[in-house]
């Protein structure tokens, strides 16, 4: 495996102990951010030195920055003083917007694809870039609804955001997954479509079908981060591993539903049996050329 790829899990309260327990097994670990905002000195502290312990990444999800309208910036004010803090190694937000109109939807919500969603996100993340300090990761979000009034498609949409905004991409490759198979498109089409070459950090995770309202027997695959990633997220680990020669690093998401955490830790030595599986790829097809 690459020497720079990194693998990792997201921090969770009822998993702090055995993740203190497994440093050793553990490359990196990612904070959501919004938890803690009003977080006191004592309790920065305490997150300053547990990201001496590990590196640490720090995760938002409720800045809205693929909003048409502005971010507001008291929650990127709070981002940035949990970053001066904290000093992790990176950001990250969501390609999403969370509310409209004034009003909260609690959820991540994907926008019309459309190149003024394209140049409002991108000034949204650059203006976001300039208060905290740093450019965030955006993350591509698993949607059950094709976003109405959309004039691109996924791929094209997500790459214009980062090549105008300049931001690196956090790729969540079961949100990808899902909305591939809920879509009608091929996996691993829909992969080397999206601007590779600007992956920094990933996102494992896994879902279940639920029943498509008003179908005869159809289903969706729903993200929600309460199951064992599948086989197929782990083969397209792979196929990134070929294809991205950067370093990567790799982040095991489970909010709930925790099972013993051996087993989560055998997914992180699955993560990196996939991530040396697309690296010996590289090398290759390197070596044929």
């Excluded at 049996?273 to 590289?282: I, M």
């Amino acid at each position: 495996m690459n020497r720079g790829d990194r693998v990792g899990i997201g921090w969770r309260a009822p998993l702090a102990a055995s993740i203190y327990s497994h440093l050793d097994r553990i490359d990196l670990i990612e904070l959501v951010a919004d938890d803690h905002f009003r977080a006191s000195r004592r309790q920065l502290r305490a997150l300053r030195t547990l990201a001496g312990q590990v590196p640490m990444t720090l995760h938002g999800v409720t800045a809205g920055l693929a909003s048409i309208s502005p971010p507001e910036e008291r929650r990127l004010a709070r981002m940035a003083r949990l970053v001066e803090a904290v000093q992790p190694v990176s950001w990250s937000e969501h390609l999403a917007f969370v509310r409209a109109g004034g009003i909260e939807i609690g959820h991540l919500a994907a926008p019309p694809r459309t190149e003024a969603g394209v140049e409002a996100a991108s000034r949204n993340i650059r203006r976001a870039a300039m208060i905290v300090g740093a450019m965030p990761a955006m993350e591509n979000i698993a949607t059950l609804v094709d976003p109405p009034a959309s004039t691109l498609d996924e791929a094209r949409w997500v790459s214009g955001i980062l090549e105008e905004s300049g931001a690196p991409l956090l790729l969540d490759l079961h949100n990808l997954y899902a909305n591939a198979v809920n879509f009608g498109t091929e996996p691993a089409v829909l992969l080397l479509r999206m601007p590779l070459h600007r992956v920094t950090t990933v996102h494992l995770s896994g879902g279940h079908w639920i029943p498509e309202p008003g179908s005869s027997g159809r289903q969706r695959l729903l993200d929600d981060h309460v199951h064992d990633v599948p086989p197929e997220v782990f083969a397209l680990l792979t196929a990134l591993a070929a294809r991205a020669p950067q370093p990567l690093d790799v982040i095991l998401e489970r909010d709930g539903a925790f099972p013993a955490f051996p087993c989560l830790l055998a997914q992180l030595d699955a993560a990196r049996a996939a991530l040396a599986a697309g690296r010996r790829q590289a090398m290759q097809l390197r070596e044929v050329a």
